[in-house]
């Protein structure tokens, strides 16, 4: 069993930045990729970004250019830094864990709610 744990959302000014965590425990699949996912109001979860355990990573159109993924994985912990952020990025974020073996498997936190307002 893996844990996720999200953390470092809040309130921000658009154009702001925020940094997003996610730390993972337990018996962590070596070959994995880790994601971050985003839910608006109203809308479906939606991919934003993601990075595999040998830092290959993955960009929605949205957030090219203003969001960086990266992991430690001596530590276990992906990150999302977030720059030039709009009132759209407005959502609860969410990490994901899956493996990348004949396991499949995929875990989930609980979420971190970002919200981009003056």
């Known amino acids: 069993q893996v844990r996720l744990v999200e953390s470092g959302g809040g309130l921000v000014q658009p154009g702001g930045s925020l940094r997003l965590s996610c730390a993972a425990s337990?018996?962590?699949?070596?070959?994995?990729?880790m994601a971050w996912y985003r839910q608006a109001p109203g809308k479906q979860r939606e991919l934003a970004s993601s990075?595999?355990?040998?830092?290959?990573?993955n960009y929605a159109d949205p957030v090219k250019g203003r969001f960086t993924i990266s992991r430690d994985n001596t530590r276990s912990t992906v990150y999302l830094q977030m720059d030039s952020l709009k009132p759209e990025d407005t959502a609860v974020y969410y990490c994901?864990?899956?493996?990348?073996?004949?396991?499949?498997?995929?875990?989930w936190g609980q979420g971190t709610q970002v919200t981009v307002s003056s």
């Open positions: 337990g018996s962590i699949p070596s070959r994995n990729t």
């Open positions: 990075i595999t355990n040998g830092g290959d990573t």
């Open positions: 994901r864990l899956q493996s990348r073996d004949w396991r499949r498997l995929d875990y």
